[in-house]
């Protein structure tokens, strides 16, 4: 890729480093002005919709303009992979509009970034801070840019002398420009209508022009500078080389394999030999075990078959503190788990099978625990209606299951950490792009209205986006036949009347209509746009 720099060394933070030269191409000298001009066209008073979509191609497209075709970038899966979920991210924000989709698009284009910068990261983190790196490194060069060149004085004498070459010229075609004003009635109306559709730009020019407009129009210019112009940080992409997929035999950092005598006598902790190491190890993973199998007898018991609450049972507390709880053993256990396979014990091959069965059957036990969370949280989404909160415990286990099933690579296949980091880093990512695809809104409306639920979080659905506005308006009937409550800022639930209710619904519904008529081409959305066209029929 034709991009700027020449960065003084490679490290990440570097106080005596040099301002960095930026030598841009033609397309970059012609697109980080125009950028910046969208960006501020795009997005100054206007929301993240249409115009992210519109913004993201603009900055692909550019870059890739500039990225040759036989460029190491392509054969990096990361970076077709987080290209794919840019575009795809940025379609869902026009599309829908929503928070997930937004996060995903912003953290995606800068991972991508990462991955245009450094091809051959492994790590989506690391692939984020080197996009990081890169723009903070750019804007001091982005700076130097706009100074004035040394060499004014001779460029001031060069524009001089062509100034009066042209004189002579401008001077004719001024008295033939006021004679004409003079002869033609037609060329007259026409330079009086120029004349004047510029008087009325530069009016609404000066007009929109203000402090924190120019300083909008400088972020534009600084996110534009980011996106096309990479300064490359080769700190991350050092950092891994020292890393590895699989653990290796190691003599000089653990204990050996030779059984010492402690000596109690000295006031330093010493590491414990390989074969102590295993029986600590061998003692946790039995104990362990036996009481995660009472645990988990109890739940089988009690909540998979046959779960019926009582009148007086907390399903809050049942719910909310018990998961909590239960996510925190598992993630204690995997960090267990890795503890102690994070070294020789797994080369140990005297007492390495059945260390490794035991530490299996508990990868598998909290795979059952995990089921446990996920059937209490299945209750009280039947008891009670479908949260955001909800979803995102479940996005959560998803990601466990696949944490658990990296463990038991760990276990069996002697897999580092830094491989259990970047496949689950990788986990979630591909979850934050299936979760910006989801139009939950709408499928949190659609369950939480339908005739089984009796009690109905009405002022919840209310303060959802307005693509949510013609389910409700489809089914106001509710407002009769459920019992509607609505929570508070202090966490406490009242009682929502039928009547406030509608008049809430009502008041929502004009004020989207209003709204709608009021947003500017940047600021909508397709489900915005189809909302409107549902609530329009008669």
């Not at 020019?205 to 534009?224: I, M, W």
């Not at 489809?474 to 406490?492: C, D, I, K, M, P």
Request: glycine share 6%; hydrophobic share 50%; with cysteine.
């Amino acid at each position: 890729m034709n991009t700027s720099i020449s960065a003084a060394g490679s490290r990440f933070v570097s106080t005596a480093a040099p301002t960095p030269q930026l030598t841009l191409s033609v397309l970059q000298k012609v697109a980080l002005p125009a950028g910046a001009i969208l960006f501020d066209v795009l997005f100054w008073h206007e929301r993240a919709a249409l115009n992210m979509l519109l913004y993201t191609l603009f900055v692909v497209g550019v870059v890739l303009a500039q990225l040759p075709r036989h460029a190491p970038q392509w054969r990096s899966g990361y970076f077709r992979l987080t290209l794919a979920g840019t575009l795809l991210s940025a379609t869902m924000v026009a599309w829908y509009g929503s928070g997930a989709a937004q996060l995903a698009c912003v953290a995606s284009l800068a991972v991508w970034h990462g991955y245009l910068n450094q091809p051959h990261l492994k790590l989506i983190s690391n692939a984020f801070f080197t996009a990081i790196g890169s723009a903070w490194q750019m804007m001091p060069g982005l700076v130097s840019l706009v100074r004035l060149p040394h060499n004014m004085g001779g460029r001031a004498g060069r524009a001089w002398f062509y100034g009066r070459l042209l004189g002579v010229p401008l001077m004719a075609l001024c008295v033939f420009h006021i004679l004409f004003l003079v002869a033609n009635p037609v060329y007259s109306q026409l330079t009086s209508q120029a004349l004047t559709a510029v008087g009325t730009w530069l009016e609404v020019l000066f007009e929109n022009l203000s402090v924190p407009h120019l300083l909008f129009f400088l972020l534009g210019l600084v996110a534009t500078g980011a996106a096309l112009v990479l300064v490359p940080v080769h700190y991350f992409t050092d950092q891994e080389s020292r890393l590895g997929e699989f653990i290796t035999r190691q003599r000089d950092r653990v204990a050996s394999f030779a059984v010492r005598r402690p000596d109690f006598r000295s006031k330093n902790f010493r590491a414990l030999d390989l074969r102590k190491e295993y029986l600590v190890a061998l003692s946790m993973f039995g104990l362990v075990n036996a009481l995660l199998l009472v645990v988990n007898g109890i739940d089988i018991n009690w909540i998979w078959f046959g779960f019926v609450p009582g009148p007086n049972f907390d399903l809050t507390q049942f719910v909310h503190e018990g998961t909590y709880v239960l996510i925190l053993s598992i993630l204690v256990a995997m960090g267990i788990v890795l503890w102690f396979f994070r070294r020789n014990l797994n080369f140990y091959q005297r007492g390495l099978p059945a260390l490794r069965w035991l530490a299996t059957v508990w990868v598998l036990q909290n795979v059952v625990l995990a089921v446990s969370v996920g059937l209490r949280n299945y209750y009280y989404i039947v008891n009670t209606g479908l949260a955001y909160k909800r979803i995102g415990v479940y996005g959560f286990l998803l990601l466990t299951f696949f944490g658990l099933l990296t463990v038991l690579l760990k276990i069996w296949q002697r897999r580092s950490t830094f491989s259990l980091v970047r496949l689950n880093a990788l986990a979630v990512y591909l979850l934050m792009v299936g979760l910006a695809c989801g139009n939950w809104e709408i499928w949190i409306a659609r369950y939480n209205l339908r005739p089984e639920l009796h009690i109905l979080d009405y002022g919840f659905l209310l303060d959802m986006p307005d693509r949510v506005l013609p389910e409700l308006a489809a089914h106001q009937q509710v407002l009769t036949q459920r019992h509607l409550v609505s929570e508070t800022y202090n966490g406490t639930w009242v009682k929502l009347e039928p009547i406030a209710a509608r008049q809430r619904l009502q008041q929502r519904l004009r004020e989207f209509h209003a709204l709608q008529q009021a947003r500017n081409w940047p600021s909508n959305t397709y489900a915005d746009w189809q909302a409107n066209e549902e609530l329009a029929k008669p």
